[in-house]
């Protein structure tokens, strides 16, 4: 499970750093910050186990 969420924690990294160089909105910007958040939320929550 962590491997799975890591790399979509990579792929959120990529989406928004792409978002932001394209000169996409600023919520889809900040949308795939609040994904990389609960991602990495969620990674911590799972190594506590």
Avoid: H, P, W
Avoid at 15 to 43: P, T, Y
Wanted: with cysteine; aromatic share 4%; hydrophobic share 45%.
């Amino acid at each position: 499970m962590i491997i799975i969420q890591r790399i979509c924690y990579c792929s959120a990294v990529l989406l928004c750093e792409a978002a932001n160089r394209l000169g996409f909105g600023k919520d889809l910007v900040d949308d795939s910050r609040n994904l990389m958040a609960e991602l990495e939320k969620m990674e911590i929550t799972e190594q506590e186990r």
